[in-house]
């Protein structure tokens, strides 16, 4: 599907503000992918989809695993709003068309993050955070300037604020996005 068109979908379907933070990841995804020499079409795509699930109720989303067969995790299935990743990465796939392995697994992982992530991976999950519409969240400045300059340390100091978001709130953690700390954490020392 034309990038257009996917748009035009895309705003029929979620709401607006959801619509503008998916606007917002596509657009930081192309100026990231232009510092770092990745392929802008192919970071505007990831961008723009990387959400295209999460209008799906709980219902819905363990519904559609279903329908394409994706594994639901055991926190998964006590938090299936996580799945709207991998939902996403199978609507990408066969409602808009979407056939690039990289584009796939950046929808996939943008919310929990995994060890050695590929280039746009990191650029996707970052955008998702730092996007301007984001409200302000502590130390998100620092993550901003660090993004354009250092992106495993970007990568490394949204996993921390992530976790220790959810720790502070009492909410259970990804052990994905854990292991992805320890992982930015090593690369990093
Ligand atoms: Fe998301
Ligand atoms: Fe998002």
Redesign the pocket.
């Known amino acids: 599907m034309e990038l257009e068109q996917i748009r035009v979908e895309l705003k029929s379907k979620m709401k607006a503000s959801r619509y503008l933070h998916s606007i917002g990841v596509e657009e930081v995804s192309h100026d990231l992918a232009l510092i770092y020499n990745y392929d802008s079409d192919k970071a505007v795509l990831a961008g723009i989809l990387?959400?295209c699930a999460?209008f799906l109720t709980d219902e819905e989303l363990l519904m559609e695993c279903k329908k394409y067969q994706l594994p639901v995790t055991e926190i998964e299935g006590r938090c299936p709003f996580l799945l709207?990743?991998k939902v996403?990465a199978a609507f990408a796939q066969y409602i808009y068309g979407v056939e690039d392995k990289d584009i796939l697994n950046a929808i996939t992982y943008?919310?929990t993050g995994r060890p050695a992530m590929s280039l746009l991976e990191k650029i996707v999950f970052l955008a998702?955070y730092i996007e301007p519409g984001r409200k302000p969240l502590p130390r998100i400045q620092k993550i901003r300037e660090a993004a354009y300059m250092n992106l495993d340390l970007a990568v490394y100091m949204t996993l921390d604020n992530v976790l220790k978001y959810l720790m502070n709130t009492n909410r259970e953690v990804d052990c994905m996005a854990e292991s992805a700390l320890l992982y930015y954490k090593e690369l990093l020392e």
């Open positions: 990387h959400d999460k709207h990743a996403g943008h919310t998702d």
